[in-house]
Nanobody, 114 residues
Framework: QVRLVESGGGLVQPGGSLRLSCAAS????????MGWYRQNPGKERELVAT???????NYADSVKGRFTIFRDNAKNAVYLQMNSLKPEDTAVYYC????????WGQGTQVTVSS
């Protein structure tokens, strides 16, 4: 059974940090690029960061220098370390696998507020 399960969201103050985790089935993780996206109500889902199977990363300009994406191939997991969080980072964050047309997780809410 294919699965992508995100965790680690929550409420954090501006300037704080959170680490999101995404646990994936091996069949949609090994050898595939993975990514984190985010979405707010009424807005399109936007790319946050991606990481290829070889570890090459790509970031949205809005998060460069603050967020880091990395993967643990032994655990079939991808992470998003978020530092210096801003209120505008508030969103539901989704994990995506590029395997076979794409798979999405259910999302985890991140709220940055004082």
């Amino acid at each position: 059974q294919v699965r992508l399960v995100e965790s680690g969201g929550g409420l954090v103050q501006p300037g704080g940090s959170l680490r999101l985790s995404c646990a994936a089935s091996g069949s949609i993780f090994r050898g595939y690029a993975m990514g984190w996206y985010r979405q707010n109500p009424g807005k399109e889902r936007e790319l946050v960061a991606t990481i290829g199977s070889s570890g090459i990363t790509n970031y949205a300009d809005s998060v460069k220098g603050r967020f880091t994406i990395f993967r643990d191939n032994a655990k079939n997991a991808v992470y998003l370390q978020m530092n210096s969080l801003k209120p505008e980072d508030t969103a539901v964050y989704y994990c995506k696998s590029t395997a076979r047309g794409g798979y999405w997780g259910q999302g985890t809410q991140v709220t940055v507020s004082s």
